[in-house]
């Protein structure tokens, strides 16, 4: 069956305190990778979007790099601000629907 | 541009009730989907509409769901009767063709 596991589940970081989040999977024919951020009482807000192994996506303080088992969304120099739920997800080729991970909260202290 | 916008945003309602959620998409996204987050679980894929067509239907849990897409429009999602493992916060997302997903806030339905 196709899964998607995230790790850890939560982590809790200093501001400044640069990390990871990994995302493994298990899908065969992968369309894309999918990383989101959740704020509370928010839906899911895109980040990036990965397509194949090597590839390498950045935004402001976040970088989401790709292999083809894993995915890694590492934080660099995180803000309080940076505070959420990150979710993984993917898509294979034979259909639109995405299949999410359960999370990783972060919380940053300052 | 204005969000993908979901009612009610809370519903709480009794085992055996009806409920009526409903999603109103970004103007001009054919793509519209659901997909529901029970408690401690991860977010599902319910189904995928494409315009007014049911695209994918395969994540609807049983027949007590009944999803429309009026004119290609707004979305709802009808659970009846519902039961008490139907809680948890039911999300709509719209997308154009190929391109990524915009989430609305959810609707955090309760039945008691």
């Known amino acids: 069956e196709d899964q998607v596991t995230q790790s850890p589940e939560a982590l809790r970081l200093q501001e400044g305190e640069s990390s990871s989040l990994n995302c493994s999977y298990t899908v065969s024919g992968l369309r894309g990778l999918f990383w989101y951020r959740q704020d509370p009482g928010k839906g899911p807000e895109f980040l990036f979007t990965l397509y194949s192994a090597g590839e390498e996506k950045e935004k402001e303080r976040l970088k989401a790099t790709l292999t083809k088992k894993e995915s890694f969304l590492h934080i660099t120099a995180p803000k309080p601000e940076d505070s959420a739920t990150y979710l993984c997800?993917?898509?294979?080729?034979?259909?639109?629907?995405?299949?999410f991970g359960t999370g990783t909260r972060l919380q940053v202290f300052p | 541009e204005a969000g993908v916008t979901q009612f009610p945003s809370h519903s709480v309602i009794e085992k055996g009730q009806t409920v009526t959620l409903r999603c109103d998409p970004i103007s001009g996204h054919d793509n519209l989907y659901w997909y529901r987050r029970v408690m401690g679980k991860e977010i599902k894929f319910l189904l995928h509409f494409v315009k007014e067509s049911k695209q994918d239907e395969s994540g609807m849990p049983n027949n007590r769901f009944l999803a429309e897409r009026t004119g290609g429009t707004y979305s709802t999602l009808k659970v009846q009767p519902a039961e008490l493992e139907d809680s948890g916060v039911y999300f709509c997302?719209?997308?154009?063709?190929?391109?990524?997903?915009?989430f609305g806030s959810g609707t955090q339905l309760s039945v008691l």
């Open positions: 997800a993917v898509q294979f080729y034979n259909t639109d629907k995405l299949i």
């Open positions: 997302a719209s997308s154009r063709i190929n391109e990524k997903l915009f």
